[in-house]
C-alpha cells in the first residue's frame, strides 16, 4: 500500500502562482510513477502531469503545458506541482496518484493509488 497526502491548494488571483506538493508513505515512493490529476465541479476528472519513477520523463495535458511543472524528490519521498499564471479555468481538486506500471499513464484506471485531493480556487 501507498498513502499519498496532498498539500498546498488555495485561493490565488489570476495570473498567480501555487505549489502542490504529495507526500507519500508506505512501499518505496521510488518503485512508482507519479501523477497529477485534477476534477471541477461536475465535470470527469482529468490528467494534469505525469513523471517517472526515476524523473527522467514529464508529460503535461496540453492546457497546462508551459504553465505547469512537475518534479519529484525521492529522497523526501514527495512529487510536487508548480502552477504558475494560473487561470479561473484551473480551478478544480487536484490529486495525486501513483503507479506501478513504469510508463506514462494518462488515465484514471492506470492508477493504483490516489491522495484525498486539495482544493485550488483562482480567482477572475
Known amino acids: 500500500q501507498v498513502q499519498l497526502a496532498e498539500s498546498g491548494g488555495g485561493l490565488v488571483q489570476a495570473g498567480g502562482s501555487l505549489r502542490l506538493s504529495c507526500a507519500a508513505s508506505?512501499?518505496?515512493?521510488?518503485?512508482?510513477?507519479m501523477a497529477w490529476f485534477r476534477q471541477a465541479p461536475g465535470k470527469e476528472r482529468e490528467f494534469v502531469a505525469a513523471i517517472t519513477w526515476n524523473g527522467d520523463n514529464t508529460y503535461y495535458a496540453v492546457s497546462v503545458k508551459g504553465r505547469f511543472t512537475i518534479s519529484r524528490y525521492n529522497a523526501k519521498n514527495t512529487v510536487y506541482l508548480q502552477m504558475n499564471s494560473l487561470k479561473p479555468e484551473d480551478t478544480a481538486v487536484y490529486y495525486c496518484?501513483?503507479?506501478?506500471?513504469?510508463?506514462?499513464?494518462?488515465?484514471?484506471?492506470?492508477?493504483?493509488?490516489w491522495g484525498q485531493g486539495t482544493q485550488v480556487t483562482v480567482s477572475s
Open positions: 508506505g512501499r518505496t515512493f521510488s518503485n512508482y510513477d
Open positions: 496518484a501513483a503507479t506501478a506500471m513504469h510508463t506514462i499513464v494518462v488515465v484514471t484506471t492506470g492508477y493504483d493509488y
